[in-house]
């Protein structure tokens, strides 16, 4: 008869082995580490609450910005205007459309500028906004050069070197070459015709040393061609011919040589066309070409 076999078992582990590992390994952790772990935590706790209140706080100002925006306190409080002298504050104010009260952010500055250079005198502008509540607008005015004659009046428009149209005044200004032979329109802050802004950029470009010596300018027609022509009328005596306002630096170059060296005695026409060549007419002693004897002119022009 067979025994029968019992099974093996496993042999029981000791009671307290596991729990002793574990308490090991517990034991085993660096307190320093530990206390780094605890260090981290807090700082990104800090952090958290840290980035919390400066959401908070940017909220708190933007509301507070805006509210701030909407009141009165960052209204236009006034307009200041510098630097005119012919052109009323007053004027310059109306057209900028800015008024007291008005948004001091939603003011457009550039269109306020751009309003202002429409005005005749004005040749620019620059509208400023500032936090104290003043709106500062700084205009460059122009500058007077010639005088223009008007269509049947005995009044005169003042040209500035670019051919605008600035003001009327009453008869001749003695302080302004007169240029004559057009007419302007009188509209203030338009541009005279072309060929009168020709004319003004002769008066312009004349030196200091030479514009004494100038009486005025005129356009008329060439009568060769036809064409007109800008021509200049000397205080002296006789007439100086530029053609048109090409090479206009030159041609004012040579007039100033020659009425510095040239002998001007009986002096009718000087020809600049060709400023390079300059051609000199004299008024002729009886009829006869001038040589020698300057003394007695008649009014026959021959050339010198």
Same mark, same amino acid.
């Given at each position: 008869?067979?025994?029968?076999?019992?099974? &093996?078992?496993?042999?029981?582990?000791?009671?307290?082995?596991?729990?002793?590992?574990?308490?090991?390994?517990?034991?085993? =952790?660096? @307190?320093? /580490?530990?206390?780094?772990?605890?260090?981290?935590? &807090?700082?990104?706790?800090?952090?958290?609450? &840290?980035?919390?209140?400066?959401?908070?706080?940017?909220?708190?100002?933007?509301?507070?910005?805006?509210?701030?925006? %909407?009141?009165? $306190?960052?209204?236009?409080?006034?307009?200041?205007?510098?630097?005119?002298?012919?052109?009323?504050?007053?004027?310059?104010? $109306?057209?900028?459309?800015?008024?007291?009260?008005?948004?001091?952010?939603?003011?457009?500055?550039?269109?306020?500028?751009?309003?202002?250079?429409?005005?005749?005198?004005?040749?620019?502008?620059? =509208?400023?906004?500032?936090?104290?509540?003043? =709106?500062?607008?700084?205009?460059?005015?122009?500058?007077?050069?010639?005088?223009?004659?008007?269509?049947?009046?005995?009044?005169?428009?003042?040209?500035?070197?670019?051919?605008?149209?600035?003001?009327?005044?009453?008869?001749?200004?003695?302080?302004?070459?007169?240029?004559?032979?057009?007419?302007?329109?009188?509209?203030?802050?338009? @541009?005279?015709?072309?060929?009168?802004?020709?004319?003004?950029?002769?008066?312009?470009?004349?030196?200091?040393?030479?514009?004494?010596?100038?009486?005025?300018?005129?356009?008329?027609?060439?009568?060769?061609?036809?064409?007109?022509?800008?021509?200049?009328?000397?205080?002296? &005596?006789?007439? =100086?011919?530029?053609?048109? %306002?090409?090479?206009?630096?030159?041609?004012? /170059?040579?007039?100033?040589?020659?009425?510095?060296? $040239?002998?001007?005695?009986?002096?009718?026409?000087?020809?600049?066309?060709?400023?390079?060549?300059?051609?000199?007419?004299?008024?002729?002693?009886?009829?006869?070409?001038?040589?020698?004897?300057?003394?007695?002119?008649?009014?026959?022009?021959?050339?010198?």
């Amino acid at each position: 008869m067979t025994t029968p076999t019992r099974p &093996r078992t496993a042999p029981k582990k000791r009671a307290g082995t596991t729990g002793s590992a574990t308490k090991s390994k517990k034991a085993e =952790v660096d @307190p320093r /580490l530990k206390a780094r772990r605890v260090e981290v935590a &807090r700082d990104e706790g800090r952090r958290r609450l &840290r980035t919390l209140l400066g959401l908070v706080v940017i909220t708190i100002l933007a509301i507070g910005s805006l509210a701030l925006i %909407d009141s009165s $306190a960052f209204d236009v409080d006034r307009v200041v205007v510098n630097g005119v002298v012919q052109t009323d504050p007053a004027t310059v104010v $109306a057209v900028t459309g800015i008024v007291p009260g008005d948004p001091l952010l939603e003011v457009d500055l550039g269109l306020a500028a751009r309003q202002v250079e429409t005005l005749p005198w004005v040749a620019s502008a620059v =509208v400023e906004r500032k936090w104290n509540g003043d =709106v500062r607008v700084e205009v460059v005015e122009r500058t007077p050069v010639a005088a223009l004659p008007m269509a049947g009046a005995s009044e005169f428009v003042l040209i500035d070197a670019s051919g605008r149209q600035l003001a009327v005044v009453d008869g001749v200004p003695s302080n302004f070459l007169p240029i004559e032979g057009i007419v302007a329109s009188g509209i203030l802050g338009e @541009p005279a015709p072309s060929l009168a802004r020709s004319a003004v950029r002769v008066v312009d470009g004349l030196e200091s040393g030479l514009r004494p010596q100038v009486a005025g300018v005129r356009i008329e027609a060439d009568a060769a061609s036809a064409a007109q022509i800008i021509v200049i009328d000397l205080v002296e &005596r006789g007439t =100086v011919i530029l053609g048109d %306002d090409s090479s206009l630096d030159a041609k004012l /170059l040579s007039l100033e040589t020659m009425l510095a060296r $040239a002998d001007l005695r009986c002096l009718d026409t000087i020809d600049l066309r060709v400023p390079t060549a300059p051609a000199l007419t004299r008024i002729s002693i009886e009829g006869q070409r001038v040589v020698a004897d300057l003394a007695t002119c008649s009014s026959t022009s021959t050339p010198g």
